[in-house]
T-cell receptor, first 117, second 111 residues
Framework: AQSVAQPEDQVNVAEGNPLTVKCTYS??????LFWYVQYPNRGLQFLLK??????LVKGSYGFEAEFNKSQTSFHLKKPSALVSDSALYFC???????????????FGRGTQLTVWP | DAGITQSPRHKVTETGTPVTLRCHQT?????MYWYRQDPGHGLRLIHY???????DKGEVSDGYSVSRSKTEDFLLTLESATSSQTSVYFC??????????FGSGTRLTVV
C-alpha cells in the first residue's frame, strides 16, 4: 500500500532563512514523488517531481527536493525563504512500477508554511 | 494547463437535497479524480474514473456517486446532502508522469 507522511502540520521560518518541509513515503514499487503548493482559495499547483535520475530535483519558485531512497524521504527545501512562500504544501507519491493502476497519487495531510518578515 | 473548469465555484444547499458538482476538461485526459479537502485530513479521494463509464470508489465514497458519460465531463453527486459533506471539492486530471492538474475547487456548504 502507498502512503505519505508529513510529520509537521506547521513550519515557521523567518524570511531569508532556509526552509525544509519534510515528507516520508511508503510504496511497494518504484516511487514517483511530487510536491504541490496551495495558496489560499486556490487549487493545488505542481512544484516539482522525482521520477528517476538525480536525487536532487529543482522546481518552480526556487524550490528543490532531495530524494533519499534509504530513508524513504523526499524533503522540500529552499535556501532563502520569502514571505510569498507562505502556503500549504502537499507531498504525494505514486507507485511507478509497471502494472500499477491508474497512476493514482496518494497525498500527505499537508504542511502549512509561514514565513514571517 | 489541462483546461479544467469546476462549477459551481460556491454553493450553499440545504440538508437532504441532492447536489451535483461538475468538472469539465478540454484536453481529452483519460483519468479524472474527485477529492475533498478538510482541515486536518488533507485530500481524500472520493471517486475516480479511468474512462467513459468506468468509475470506481475512493476512500470516502459513502453518500457520493459519480458519472462520466463523456470524456470531458466528470460529475459528482451528493445524493442527499448532509452537514458532514460541507467541504471544498477538487477535481483533478491525471497526466501520467506529470502527476495531476487540479481545478480551482468548489466550496460547498450544507446548512
Amino acid at each position: 500500500a502507498q502512503s505519505v507522511a508529513q510529520p509537521e502540520d506547521q513550519v515557521n521560518v523567518a524570511e531569508g532563512n532556509p526552509l525544509t518541509v519534510k515528507c516520508t513515503y511508503s510504496v511497494s514499487g518504484n516511487p514517483y514523488l511530487f510536491w504541490y503548493v496551495q495558496y489560499p482559495n486556490r487549487g493545488l499547483q505542481f512544484l516539482l517531481k522525482y521520477i528517476t535520475g538525480d536525487n536532487l530535483v529543482k522546481g518552480s519558485y526556487g524550490f528543490e527536493a532531495e530524494f533519499n531512497k534509504s530513508q524513504t524521504s523526499f524533503h522540500l527545501k529552499k535556501p532563502s525563504a520569502l514571505v510569498s512562500d507562505s502556503a500549504l504544501y502537499f507531498c504525494a507519491v505514486r507507485d511507478g512500477s509497471r502494472g500499477s493502476t491508474l497512476g493514482r497519487l496518494y497525498f500527505g495531510r499537508g504542511t502549512q508554511l509561514t514565513v514571517w518578515p | 494547463d489541462a483546461g479544467i473548469t469546476q462549477s459551481p465555484r460556491h454553493k450553499v444547499t440545504e440538508t437532504g437535497t441532492p447536489v451535483t458538482l461538475r468538472c469539465h476538461q478540454t484536453e481529452n485526459h483519460r483519468y479524472m479524480y474527485w477529492y475533498r479537502q478538510d482541515p486536518g485530513h488533507g485530500l481524500r479521494l472520493i471517486h475516480y474514473s479511468y474512462g467513459v463509464k468506468d468509475t470506481d470508489k475512493g476512500e470516502v465514497s459513502d453518500g457520493y456517486s459519480v458519472s462520466r458519460s463523456k470524456t470531458e465531463d466528470f460529475l459528482l453527486t451528493l445524493e442527499s446532502a448532509t452537514s458532514s459533506q460541507t467541504s471544498v471539492y477538487f477535481c483533478a486530471v491525471g497526466q501520467g508522469n506529470y502527476g495531476y492538474t487540479f481545478g480551482s475547487g468548489t466550496r460547498l456548504t450544507v446548512v
